[in-house]
């Protein structure tokens, strides 16, 4: 099992490097709301077109947004508590360490899309352009929720723990589509950020795999 999800990992690390190269070559046009170009046009377009622009969504989203920080910051307080009350790192649950270390590659993946511009968005915010790809929103969404779903049986008890799940979800559900929706990002950067947020998910599942097999 261990083995299967280390490949599985490896193999959705190839496919974002190549879908983030494939974006900046394959079907290349100047589609973006100030004239860049951007990879994929035809089926970008396509979607932009079928779906339309709809900033309410654009809204809901970005303050939907925040519940997922808040869920981070939730899981970060309970390590803090456990290392409080036992004095020693070593006392910490050690997939509450694994999400840590988790949160930390999160944070310097989605500054690294923020920083560096791989296409544009289709139209102006506020009358400006800003990147686009990865949608990280969504990476925010189903890293964070993702992650949550992940590790939240060695946290909660099981009653508690279904409802957690449960509006984890949902949550999840409604910011990535909300995001699609909205209008203010591609379809190949919704695409993107869930290919690299699976990948993450993928690593970070892989390493509770064998802290398991080290109880």
Avoid at 51 to 60: F, N, Q, R
Avoid at 65 to 76: E, F, K, N, Q, R
Avoid at 108 to 118: L, M, P, T
Wanted: glycine content about 6%.
């Amino acid at each position: 099992m261990k083995k299967k999800w280390l490949i599985n990992s490896i193999v959705l690390l190839v496919i974002s490097i190549l879908y983030t190269l494939a974006i900046k070559f394959i079907d290349v046009a100047a589609i973006a709301a100030d004239g860049s170009k951007v990879g994929f046009a035809s089926i970008n377009i396509f979607f932009f077109n079928l779906i339309g622009k709809h900033l309410l969504w654009y809204k809901i989203t970005k303050y939907l947004g925040v519940i997922p920080i808040l869920m981070a910051l939730c899981y970060a307080l309970i390590g803090l508590s456990q290392l409080i009350k036992g004095k020693s790192i070593k006392k910490v649950n050690k997939q509450i360490i694994a999400l840590g270390i988790f949160y930390i590659i999160f944070v310097i993946v989605y500054i690294f899309f923020e920083k560096v511009a791989i296409n544009y968005r289709p139209i102006f915010i506020d009358g400006k352009i800003e990147s686009s790809y990865p949608s990280t929103h969504t990476l925010l969404a189903i890293c964070i929720c993702g992650s949550s779903l992940l590790i939240s049986k060695y946290i909660f008890k099981k009653n508690f723990l279904k409802i957690i799940n449960i509006f984890t979800w949902i949550l999840m559900i409604l910011i990535v589509a909300g995001r699609l929706i909205s209008g203010v990002h591609w379809f190949s950067d919704i695409l993107g950020g869930i290919i690299i947020s699976l990948f993450m998910l993928s690593s970070l599942y892989t390493a509770i795999l064998y802290l398991d097999d080290k109880k």
